[in-house]
């Protein structure tokens, strides 16, 4: 069976996932959340409305969500919302993801931007154009951007190693990318490259699991370095 595609918002609107619903609790409805936020006091008011990130077949698809309640069991947030009164529903909006619309006065924290920040910057590397950021995905170990080079798209790790600057007013990232992220190395140096390359982290797919990825299963990171996650935080070695 494939994978089921679950839309998000367009990376260019200015929306913020707060959230994820991660697990029926009890039998009136609750869920726990994972918290995308430092602020869930500012996040999940009671009455906020979220828009919902699920899978194109789920019956919540298109569908906004209001928060009657958040509530602390054992330190573990849970929410309470209009509409869900029982587990059966409960579990229906399991793994959805949260988003709110972004107040355009909050700016995130230094070595962190917004996707829509990020999107559509050009890739630099040695002082030439060679390509543009398409798309930012939160992993739990890093971001990885998504660069569009000629006609194949290329996932990047958002770490300073490889990606030491950003400049958003100028429209540009530079890359420092290790042999073959790029581009196809010849078979000859591929050992080679792989010996000087530093190891990916388990959490982070292969070279080529990276490329078979068209969508990402419902897991984040969050708004300034962790606040409302579509924040990228470039990550430090």
């Given at each position: ?61 298109g569908k906004t ?135 990916p982290s388990e ?35």
């Amino acid at each position: 069976m494939g994978d089921v595609k679950i839309p998000r918002p367009d990376a260019s609107t200015d929306q913020l996932r707060i959230g994820r619903l991660t697990k029926a609790h009890g039998l009136k409805g609750a869920l726990k959340v994972e918290l995308y936020t430092d602020d869930p006091d500012k996040r999940f008011p009671p009455g906020a409305a979220f828009t919902l990130q699920v899978p194109t077949t789920s019956a919540w698809h298109g569908k906004t969500l209001t928060l009657v309640e958040l509530r602390w069991y054992n330190g573990q947030p849970v929410a309470f919302f209009e509409g869900v009164a029982d587990r059966v529903g409960a579990e229906s909006l399991v793994k959805a993801i949260l988003w709110i619309d972004r107040d355009p006065a909050e700016e995130p924290e230094d070595n962190a931007w917004y996707d829509f920040q990020l999107v559509g910057l050009r890739a630099m590397r040695d002082g030439e154009e060679v390509g543009v950021v398409t798309r930012i995905d939160h992993f739990p170990a890093q971001d990885l951007l998504t660069i569009r080079i000629g006609d194949r798209d290329v996932l990047v790790p958002f770490v300073a190693a490889i990606v030491p600057t950003v400049d958003v007013a100028a429209g540009t990232i530079v890359l420092t990318p290790p042999a073959g992220l790029l581009e196809e190395l010849p078979e000859a140096n591929l050992a080679a490259a792989s010996e000087e390359s530093p190891q990916p982290s388990e959490d982070v797919p292969s070279k080529d699991a990276l490329a078979e990825v068209t969508t990402i299963e419902v897991t984040t990171t969050e708004d300034a370095p962790a606040e409302d996650a579509p924040v990228a935080e470039r990550g430090e070695p």
